[in-house]
């Protein structure tokens, strides 16, 4: 707890007011700091394009990739360019973790499951992701199956190998507290392992939703006729780099918003947890 919390929790109207004020400035900086090095690495590529140190027509600078973003937005290409990504994500999220919580549950709980089918799942791991996509498309055409299917690859593995792990990291004492009082082997999995190997399974999350956003990459390189991968195509084609960095800063800025929406889910179903805390975090 800050110091700002424990004044809140203790003292009177006036000075809980302000330890209340202090408390708002303490969770509006810490998303805030965050953006102090990429507004630093923004202002110093504009100035260096300004004075000629940096090739503006190789890395055009930040104020030309807003204009670009404008034009789009104005158009309405952006709005579909970002949904059509999204939805292809989220669809690959969604079947990938149900396939990796499954399996991993089940290889994380039975030996012989573990035994017969944890050799394969980890050579498949070591397929390049590219690798997929051929076969994907024979399968499955280039419509929107396959791109999905890509996906769902890139979320499957990280998230079935953290909670495996988790779940055989999990205290043989409590799986035997559960078996003592007759529930059964879904109950155990359910009420006992995957509550205890949750933050393992909460960081295979985030990883697989990191890849997620990696492999719509690939997958849109498959004949997608919209999409932020679609856009980075369509600037190398057309040779108009501006296009191709706002897809990068795209990609990277909706990324991360999912990725932090997912982390605080994270960190409210994790608050009984005691965690270290590293110096200076309140």
Same mark, same amino acid.
């Given at each position: 707890m ?7 929790s203790e003292? +009177?109207?006036?000075p809980?007011r302000?330890a209340?004020f202090a408390?708002?400035?303490e ?5 805030a700091?965050?953006?102090?090095l990429?507004?630093?690495?923004? @202002?110093?590529?504009?100035a260096?394009?300004? &004075? ?8 055009p600078?930040?104020?030309?990739l807003l ?5 789009l937005?104005?158009?309405g290409?952006? $709005?579909?360019?970002i949904?059509?990504?999204g939805q292809? /994500? *989220?669809?690959g ?6 396939a990796g919580t /499954?399996? +991993?549950?089940t290889? +994380?709980y039975?030996d012989?499951?573990r035994r017969?089918l944890?050799?394969s799942? &980890?050579?498949?791991r070591? /397929?390049p992701?590219?690798?997929? $996509?051929?076969l994907f498309?024979?399968w499955?055409? @280039?419509?929107e199956?396959?791109k999905?299917?890509?996906i769902a690859?890139? $979320? ?5 190998l953290n ?10 004492k409590?799986?035997e $507290?559960?078996r003592v009082h007759?529930?059964?082997h879904a !109950?155990?999995?359910r009420?006992v392992l995957?509550p205890?190997a949750?933050?393992?399974y909460?960081?295979g999350? !985030?990883?697989?939703?990191g890849l997620?956003w990696m492999?719509v990459v690939? *997958?849109e390189f498959?004949?997608?006729s919209?999409g932020l991968?679609f856009?980075?195509v369509? +600037?190398?084609?057309m040779g108009?780099?501006?296009? @191709?960095l706002v897809?990068?800063v795209?990609?990277a800025? @909706?990324?991360?918003?999912?990725d932090?929406a ?7 179903l994790l608050?009984?947890?005691?965690a ?7």
């Amino acid at each position: 707890m800050s110091q700002a919390e424990l004044l809140l929790s203790e003292s +009177g109207p006036g000075p809980r007011r302000a330890a209340g004020f202090a408390l708002l400035g303490e969770r509006l900086w810490r998303p805030a700091s965050a953006l102090l090095l990429p507004l630093a690495g923004a @202002i110093g590529w504009e100035a260096g394009a300004e &004075q000629g140190l940096i090739d503006a027509h190789l890395l055009p600078p930040p104020s030309q990739l807003l204009a670009t973003f404008a034009a789009l937005l104005a158009k309405g290409e952006a $709005v579909q360019h970002i949904a059509a990504t999204g939805q292809r /994500v *989220a669809l690959g999220f969604f079947f990938g973790m149900a396939a990796g919580t /499954v399996l +991993g549950a089940t290889t +994380g709980y039975f030996d012989l499951a573990r035994r017969l089918l944890d050799p394969s799942v &980890q050579a498949l791991r070591s /397929v390049p992701p590219l690798a997929w $996509v051929p076969l994907f498309i024979l399968w499955f055409g @280039i419509f929107e199956t396959s791109k999905v299917m890509l996906i769902a690859v890139g $979320v499957f593995f990280p998230v079935y190998l953290n909670l495996a792990g988790a779940m055989h990291g999990v205290d043989r004492k409590l799986v035997e $507290v559960g078996r003592v009082h007759g529930l059964s082997h879904a !109950r155990i999995i359910r009420r006992v392992l995957l509550p205890a190997a949750l933050p393992g399974y909460l960081i295979g999350l !985030r990883s697989g939703l990191g890849l997620g956003w990696m492999f719509v990459v690939a *997958a849109e390189f498959m004949g997608a006729s919209e999409g932020l991968g679609f856009l980075l195509v369509d +600037g190398q084609m057309m040779g108009r780099p501006t296009t @191709i960095l706002v897809a990068i800063v795209l990609f990277a800025v @909706i990324g991360k918003s999912t990725d932090f929406a997912v982390a605080i889910v994270s960190a409210r179903l994790l608050r009984w947890q005691d965690a270290f805390k590293p110096s200076g975090s309140a």
